[in-house]
């Protein structure tokens, strides 16, 4: 019987294990002398330092949307090229607003998007929704409609679910209390008016704005949506709560039931 000769163990590495062999070439890659010929800076980092500079000298309106995202990703993921990513997200939720709106799951659909971006990216929006919503703070809602709409959007549009949120108001029409009331799936929230006027009187709130998002993103009222309303308008009405208005939030615009005459 021919015996075949051990192979000669230039490094002791079991066989197979190509782990340890590429952690070996790592290690010694790593003690190499520093050669002129080593490969440059990555591109991205004149980049980087460029947009940068361009916001800090015109501001906002020098770049486009993909490069805000960019700019913000910058800090979310240090070592990468970002400018895929950011047109990968916009390309997926269509607008920056969409890629803010967006539910965290969704967002880690995205080739580069692990859970802790989707997390700072849901952070940044919710930072976002609470400097709105402190522009309501103690002043009279019926007075800044503008804020309630812009508030009441970022919170809504981009749900992927209907939610139904009340605003309770004090007789001077101040702002008490926001909630979501209820949440429900793609096209129906159940509301109860009898829950709507209980919540009312134990904030002692004297005027409600309801509010509800159309995840298919056109705002027009629907009968129910029409019926619901007279229902809790009715309900509240004996007791001394006044029913505003009922505001349906879309992707791109809101509807009002009081503007349209609908209740």
């Not at 802790?116 to 400097?131: E, F």
């Not at 679910?161 to 008490?176: A, G, H, P, S, V």
């Not at 019926?227 to 009715?234: N, P, V």
Request: proline share 6%.
């Amino acid at each position: 019987m021919t015996k075949i000769p051990p192979l000669p163990e230039a490094d002791p590495l079991r066989p197979g294990d190509e782990r340890q062999f590429f952690a070996q070439q790592k290690t010694r890659a790593s003690k190499a002398p520093a050669s002129s010929d080593a490969p440059p800076e990555q591109h991205y980092h004149g980049h980087r330092d460029r947009l940068r500079a361009r916001y800090r000298e015109h501001g906002d309106a020098a770049l486009a949307d993909y490069e805000i995202l960019e700019l913000i990703l910058f800090r979310l993921i240090p070592r990468r090229d970002t400018k895929p990513i950011a047109k990968a997200l916009l390309g997926r939720f269509g607008t920056l607003a969409g890629v803010f709106g967006a539910p965290q799951h969704l967002l880690q659909e995205v080739k580069g998007v692990g859970e802790a971006v989707a997390l700072d990216i849901k952070l940044i929006a919710t930072a976002g929704q609470r400097m709105l919503k402190s522009e309501l703070r103690d002043k009279q809602v019926l007075s800044s409609w503008s804020a309630v709409i812009n508030y009441c959007h970022a919170a809504m549009a981009h749900e992927t679910k209907e939610q139904f949120r009340i605003l309770f108001l004090d007789k001077r029409n101040t702002l008490i209390a926001d909630e979501v009331q209820q949440r429900g799936t793609i096209d129906h929230t159940p509301v109860y008016p009898r829950e709507v006027v209980k919540r009312a009187l134990e904030l002692s709130a004297t005027a409600l704005i309801l509010v509800h998002n159309h995840p298919s993103g056109d705002p027009t009222p629907s009968r129910a949506d029409i019926e619901m309303t007279k229902l809790i308008a009715e309900a509240a009405k004996p007791l001394g709560i006044t029913v505003h208005d009922h505001i349906i939030i879309g992707k791109d615009g809101h509807a009002s039931l009081k503007g349209l005459r609908l209740f």
